[in-house]
């Protein structure tokens, strides 16, 4: 059995630009995940959120910890508590009480300031620079999601815009964490994402059962919808996620967050008969030109000295 028992290693050293394969494969689980409001929509119980994040994380979570026979011990009891929390748990409820407080696409704009979290905090805990080049492409990416997402009766709420701050928090919070911390010697990519699937769903089932509650009646798209977010929208996305996290600069990983709201709206447009304007045409423009930017500016994987893992470096149970 696997044991998360040794200490993780950050990963990756020096400036690089992210391949574009890694780019792609990574830019796959955003992708999948602006699917999920057409998901929700179309095929889950209606006003049950936190239901459909607790079905996403928890069953997935489960099978990969059983299927890879990963567990926690010593040090990484809290590790993988913290990073189910940040990436998973804690991140799932403040993103959908944000939506809940905040009307139309304005839970996305607020928590587009993720990417400028994650520069600060890659500063704090990975040792790397801001560039100005960075600080600019977070502006570019702002401005794209507000124009794909803002209407104008949006209005704003104090405390929706806090926790929307707070879960963009979060989220960059789990990718620095996770880049610094790495994954143990001998634990492959699907257990380290099983075993923060499962934490998080794990935190996400109490406040479920007493805030939602289970639905009276299953229908037949609802457990397609729920496989659905379940397989797709948290396994195999995750996986991929953490993948590039491994693999990718940070910056370059958060700012591929972006492509989620942009894919929600095309798909909306597709499928649901939704009116795209000009102005979306030109946030989807600035959100593409925000990833460039950032790819094109590069950015430090960890802080210099710092060795590859053994995982990072192709051993054994490394790549999907």
């Known amino acids: 059995m696997s044991a998360l028992t040794t200490a ?3 990963i990756g050293s020096g400036l690089a630009k992210a391949s574009p394969r890694d780019l792609f494969i990574t830019a796959l689980a955003p992708m999948v995940w602006g699917s999920t409001y057409l998901v929700t929509t ?6 049950r959120p936190l239901l459909a994040a607790t079905v996403r994380a928890l069953p997935a979570g489960i099978v990969l910890m059983l299927v890879t026979r990963t567990w926690p011990r010593g040090s990484w009891w809290f590790k993988a508590s913290a990073l189910g929390a940040l990436n998973i748990g804690l991140f799932f409820f403040l993103l959908f009480f944000t939506a809940y407080q905040l009307p139309g696409g304005l839970a996305a704009l607020v928590m587009s300031i993720q990417p400028l979290f994650v520069l600060f905090l890659g500063v704090l805990l990975l040792g790397e620079k801001i560039r100005l080049m960075h600080l600019v492409a977070c502006a570019v990416g702002a401005a ?4 794909l997402v803002l209407r104008s009766e ?5 405390v929706g815009v806090l926790a929307g701050m707070a879960g963009a928090l979060s989220m960059a919070a789990g990718i620095v964490l996770t880049k610094r911390w790495g994954r143990p010697d001998g634990v492959g990519l699907l257990g380290f994402t099983g075993l923060q699937l499962a934490m998080g769903g794990v935190m996400l089932l109490p406040v479920t059962l007493v805030v939602e509650g289970l639905p009276g009646s299953v229908t037949v798209p609802n457990l397609a919808g729920f496989a659905y977010l379940s397989v797709i929208g948290a396994l195999a996305a995750y996986a991929v996620w953490f993948r590039g996290i491994q693999r990718l600069p940070t910056m370059v990983v958060s700012f591929l967050g972006f492509l989620s ?3 929600a709206t095309v798909l909306g447009f597709v499928f649901l008969g939704e009116a795209l304007s000009g102005w979306q045409l030109v946030g989807a423009v600035l959100v593409l030109g925000a990833v460039g930017l950032v790819q094109r500016a590069g950015g430090s994987l960890s802080a210099p000295g710092q060795k590859k893992s053994s995982l990072a470096a192709g051993s054994p149970g490394s790549s999907i």
């Open 144 to 147: 794209g999601v507000g124009l």
């Open 261 to 263: 709201p942009l894919v």
């Open 42 to 47: 179309e095929f889950l119980p209606a006003d």
């Open 8 to 10: 993780g290693k950050p």
């Open 154 to 158: 949006a209005s704003l709420t104090f």
